[in-house]
């Protein structure tokens, strides 16, 4: 037997195949150091046992269990922070929303790469007396960091020597996430030797090995995991091209709803000079009305334009659900193992099915039109107005309530108002104005 260059005076753990748990990897990572995608919106902090609600948004399994007991009294629902989005609190509370098991794991792959950025810190977690020496190595299998008696020790157990090692510095860093894969789940029954979970029962909706498939669900509905991942994959990536056109049919809702309001300040400028021209061949007591016309210009746009902001902020709101349920299926497409696909392929087939249904049952096209009008009348206004008064010679007389009149050739003159032609003047004001396309 080769004997090691130096004293052998440690031995490998007995449990050097167990994974970080969370509480030690939140440690070791920063929140500088980590992608936003991987930090819970709640406590700002890396996810830790990351759960996965209906709507698609992720949290920590406590930032949701906060959440929940803080509701005084407490209710029967909890709403999501990210979308407003409310779902029924299940019996088991946060315990019951699905485990994102590859959000967790990138998390962890994240917190071994910060270590190899901060190697010098780094010391041996393989040893099981303690041991603080300098780590030299990090064993992507045991998910280990080792010192170099650690190793020695590692690379003499034959079963081990397949085992990917990575020599613990800066560089390596980047290698990493193609060395560490997620851990395969095993069944966790007592008995069954830790088998793998290749079979799916739909029953029951989880992932059984074959001692479970012939013991607990010989009458349901089971079938090879990966016939059902198949499945979902399929369910996803036709929800994923449906997306993908109603995405584009919002965009171009949205981008109509923009234009729309932008003809509309268009349209509001150019009456606004269609009634100054107007005004402008009215005397000064026409003045109020004017003032009036445009106040009233205003509000009209102002209730238009809300209208359609309401409807733009809703669009973009549907948007935004299809972007991240789209993103987040695609994601899981991509990165996921069957297991995970088979656990959240129904939920998100699901919920992106409901919000481009939600999309294709609704009318995308603005319901406003885009231009006003105003009807001034003022040819109307102006022929009466150069009927208005009257250049008049007016004599004393006793009765100050009457009007006599005398020829233009008087020197004392005034300017008479005929009260039928004032008349006739107000009325064709108060019926000009604007004329909206409604």
């Known amino acids: 037997v080769d004997t090691p260059p130096f004293k052998e005076k440690r031995f490998y753990s007995s449990c050097m195949y167990s994974t970080t748990s969370h509480d030690c990897l939140n440690k070791m990572i920063t929140v500088e150091s980590i992608p936003q995608d991987l930090i819970c919106q709640l406590c700002s902090k890396p996810f830790s046992d990351p759960r996965i609600l209906p709507c698609l948004h992720t949290y920590c399994y406590q930032c949701l269990n906060n959440l929940i007991e803080q509701n005084e009294p407490p209710q029967e629902s909890i709403q999501c922070p990210a979308c407003s989005r409310c779902f029924a609190i299940p019996v088991t509370g946060a315990n019951s929303f699905l485990q994102h098991a590859h959000l967790a794991f990138e998390v962890e792959v994240t917190g071994y790469m910060s270590k190899f950025v901060n190697s010098s810190e780094v010391s041996c977690n393989f040893c099981a007396n303690g041991c603080t020496d300098a780590a030299m190595v990090f064993c992507c299998t045991c998910r280990k960091f080792m010192c170099s008696t650690a190793e020695y020790c590692h690379n003499r157990v034959p079963a081990l020597l397949h085992h990917s090692m990575v020599k613990l510095n800066k560089d390596s860093a980047s290698i990493l996430p193609t060395l560490i894969k997620p851990m395969e789940p095993v069944c966790s029954q007592s008995g069954h030797k830790k088998l793998e979970l290749d079979f799916y029962c739909k029953t029951c909706g989880y992932s059984i090995c074959r001692c479970c498939m012939v013991a607990h669900h010989r009458d349901h509905s089971v079938a090879e995991l ?82 359609l902001t309401l409807q733009k902020e809703m669009l973009e709101h549907l948007q935004r659900d299809i972007a991240h349920c789209t993103q987040a299926t695609s994601h899981t497409l991509q990165t996921h193992t069957d297991h995970e696909l088979v656990s959240l392929g129904e939920l998100m087939s699901s919920e992106l099915n409901a919000r481009l249904e939600e999309v294709e049952s609704m009318s995308l096209t603005p319901n406003q039109r885009t231009f006003f009008a105003a009807s001034m009348q003022a040819d109307s206004v102006i022929n009466e107005v150069s009927k208005f008064g009257t250049i008049v010679e007016l004599s004393p007389s006793p009765d100050k309530s009457r009007c006599t009149f005398k020829p233009i050739t008087m020197v004392n003159t005034a300017y008479h108002i005929d009260v039928q032609t004032a008349t006739r003047i107000l009325l064709i004001i108060d019926r000009s104005g604007l004329h909206i396309n409604v």
């Open 226 to 307: 990966s016939i059902f991942a198949e499945a979902s994959r399929c369910a996803m990536q036709g929800s994923l091209h449906r997306s993908q056109q109603v995405f584009t049919t919002l965009t171009d809702a949205i981008n109509a709803n923009i234009r729309m309001v932008h003809q509309l300040e268009i349209s509001k400028q150019e009456t606004e000079v269609s009634i100054g021209n107007a005004f402008e061949q009215l005397l000064v007591k026409l003045e109020e009305r004017k003032k009036a016309l445009l106040s009233d210009l205003e509000a009209t746009l102002l209730s238009k334009t809300m209208a």
